[in-house]
């Protein structure tokens, strides 16, 4: 076994609950195994602002057409390293050799509906992630990309289904390493 940490993607329909869940276990595994090497959160959203790595800016939705390429530029030294946790609603552009295991977070309709409003968004931008969760989206990309043993998908709708998906993924990445 090579002695890098492993690279943990947690995806899903935006509201599902990334940020919240990838920082928590994040933050988890580093107060399990107090190692040399710790585990990084990244917030590929927030890289693609603050670096730029986007073509245009969409003002009806309010988001960033993202580069694929320009993402990979700065993503893969980083996976390359190993131990990134990496936060982002859209994943068909990393190489499933880069990562360890995926995670899949899914919530029920009328749970993201009350989540995305709080947060201000429009009717329109609402229905639309709504509709993503329906048809799959993410699910389907995650399918695609990256092998089926790697995949772990959680519904992710309660509080207190927070620390047993915590626990959930770090058994599953534990077996994954036996
Ligand atoms: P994402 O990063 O996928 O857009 P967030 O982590 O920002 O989602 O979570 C969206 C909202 O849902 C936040 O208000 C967060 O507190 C809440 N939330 C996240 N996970 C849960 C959960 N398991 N139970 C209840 N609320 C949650
Ligand atoms: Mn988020």
Not at 48 to 53: G, N, R, T
Not at 91 to 98: G, S
Not at 129 to 149: G, K, L, P, W, Y
Request: proline share 3%.
């Amino acid at each position: 076994m090579s002695d890098k940490l492993p690279n943990i993607v947690v995806t899903g329909t935006p509201g599902v609950g990334k940020t919240s869940l990838a920082m928590l276990l994040a933050d988890t595994l580093n107060e399990e195994c107090k190692g040399l090497k710790q585990f990084t959160y990244l917030n590929l959203g927030k890289l693609i602002k603050d670096k730029k790595l986007y073509e245009t800016w969409n003002e009806e939705y309010d988001v960033p057409e993202f580069d694929e390429d320009k993402i990979m530029d700065e993503l893969e030294p980083m996976l390359n390293e190993g131990g990134y946790v990496v936060d982002f609603h859209s994943v068909y552009f990393i190489p499933d050799e880069l990562i360890n295991i995926v995670v899949l977070l899914r919530c029920d309709n009328t749970i993201l509906y009350d989540r995305l409003f709080a947060r201000g968004y429009s009717e329109k931008k609402i229905k639309e992630n709504i509709e993503c969760e329906i048809m799959e989206v993410t699910s389907d990309d995650v399918r695609e990309n990256f092998q089926e043993h790697k995949i772990i998908e959680l519904s992710n709708e309660q509080n207190e289904q927070m620390m047993s998906n915590i626990e959930q993924i770090i058994q599953f990445l534990k077996n994954s390493y036996q």
